[in-house]
């Protein structure tokens, strides 16, 4: 529960404006272009991975003999989805020194915001700050996070933030989780190393990245690669935006015909050797503005090289992601809106999963 109030409080001289500019929000990709939905993680839930066979064959050596004993290779993960909240409770005072006065009730109904220009903000706002949460709750969230202040000293900036990461562990940790595993282990992800990202200031983890490092980063992705994702039609790189600038720059300095296509026609995607490249912007103003320890960003550069069917989110319904209950409570002169849905993320099989950081 929280209130909401203006930040800073617009100055009201009584006839100025009656009108406000709406910030246009961050560009956001469907969750369904990069990650697979599954609906109905209601509790915890088994994902079980079985398997396939191999070396079966062998000489007949005669009546009776050559029988083979094999085991079905299978592993397990499990979803455990844990229930989120989202509730604000705005009061008709915060916002009368503003030019929202004009579009209140009047009399006794003035705290009653429904079907009012106040209300109408309010839910926009909402609905496009609850979509980013959940973004930042995929990608970013671990339930261990800790801060800068800690010790020993975590990635997060600011401790009042842990909260807002530490609800599930997203496909982020999960990855590293995956990379840290030992190569022939079941689980193991392929890593690419990006050196700016180990540079000792911000400047140089910016300046350190070479023109043209994006198509370095895709080549030794692929090569890294298992060969079975590496045969996949439907293949992506996801991509930090800092790769997917350079990225295009790469292509516009050798006059591919295909960059002027791009810009042509969609400046949100790209294609290398049969992968769609995709920019992850979210991921950027999440590392930027809260994994900043002031000197360094923690990892700016990332890249992930996989199929959509591998980042899977769960929720018991994702439309409840947007399905605001908004209602006066009369007694405390309180509007309220309530939203709340049950989430949580998996990566599949990492056979399917190459990084790059």
């Known amino acids: 529960m929280g209130t909401l109030t203006m930040n800073p409080t617009l100055t009201f001289n009584g006839t100025e404006a009656r009108e406000g500019i709406l910030e246009v929000a961050f560009a956001k990709p469907a969750l369904s272009q990069v990650h697979t939905i599954y609906e109905g993680i209601v509790a915890k839930?088994?994902?079980?991975?079985?398997?396939?066979?191999?070396?079966?064959?062998?000489?007949?050596?005669?009546?009776?003999?050559?029988?083979?004993?094999?085991?079905?290779?299978?592993?397990?993960?499990?979803?455990?989805?844990?229930?989120?909240?989202?509730?604000?409770?705005?009061?008709?005072k915060?916002?009368?020194?503003?030019?929202?006065?004009?579009?209140?009730?009047?009399?006794i109904n003035r705290s009653d915001l429904s079907g009012t220009?106040?209300?109408?903000?309010?839910?926009?706002?909402?609905?496009d700050a609850v979509y980013e949460d959940a973004l930042r709750m995929i990608w970013f969230g671990d339930k261990d996070i800790t801060d800068i202040g800690d010790s020993p000293a975590g990635e997060l900036?600011?401790?009042?933030?842990?909260?807002?990461y530490s609800i599930i562990d997203g496909l982020w940790k999960q990855i590293f989780a995956g990379v840290a595993i030992g190569a022939g282990t079941w689980g193991h992800i392929p890593r690419v190393a990006l050196?700016?990202?180990?540079?000792?200031?911000?400047?140089?983890?910016?300046?350190?990245?070479?023109?043209?490092?994006?198509?370095?980063?895709?080549?030794?992705?692929l090569a890294a690669a298992d060969g079975r994702l590496r045969s996949a039609p439907n293949k992506v790189i996801l991509v930090s935006d800092t790769i997917f600038a350079n990225w295009q720059e790469y292509k516009e300095s050798k006059v591919l015909?295909?960059?002027?296509?791009?810009?042509?026609?969609?400046?949100?995607?790209?294609?290398?050797?049969?992968?769609?490249?995709?920019?992850?912007?979210?991921?950027?103003?999440?590392i930027i503005g809260d994994f900043d320890n002031g000197t360094t960003w923690h990892l700016p550069h990332r890249a992930v090289l996989t199929t959509v069917e591998q980042l899977a989110v769960g929720f018991d319904s994702s439309s409840e992601m947007q399905n605001f209950d908004a209602f006066l409570d009369k007694t405390?002169?309180?509007?309220?809106?309530?939203a709340g849905y049950k989430l949580d993320t998996k990566t599949m099989e990492h056979y399917m999963i190459a990084a790059a950081y």
């Open 45 to 92: 839930e088994q994902i079980a991975f079985l398997g396939r066979l191999s070396k079966v064959t062998l000489k007949d050596a005669g009546c009776g003999t050559g029988q083979s004993t094999k085991a079905l290779p299978h592993n397990e993960k499990f979803w455990e989805p844990v229930e989120t909240k989202i509730w604000l409770q705005p009061c008709y």
């Open 94 to 107: 915060d916002f009368v020194a503003a030019f929202w006065v004009y579009g209140m009730r009047k009399g």
């Open 117 to 127: 220009d106040l209300a109408d903000y309010i839910m926009t706002v909402l609905a």
């Open 157 to 164: 900036a600011l401790a009042a933030d842990i909260p807002y």
């Open 195 to 221: 050196a700016p990202n180990a540079e000792s200031t911000k400047a140089l983890q910016l300046s350190t990245f070479a023109a043209g490092a994006s198509l370095t980063i895709f080549r030794d992705l």
């Open 257 to 286: 015909e295909s960059s002027w296509k791009q810009q042509d026609f969609d400046m949100q995607t790209g294609v290398y050797r049969g992968c769609t490249i995709i920019p992850m912007d979210s991921w950027d103003r999440h």
């Open 332 to 338: 405390t002169e309180l509007y309220n809106i309530k």
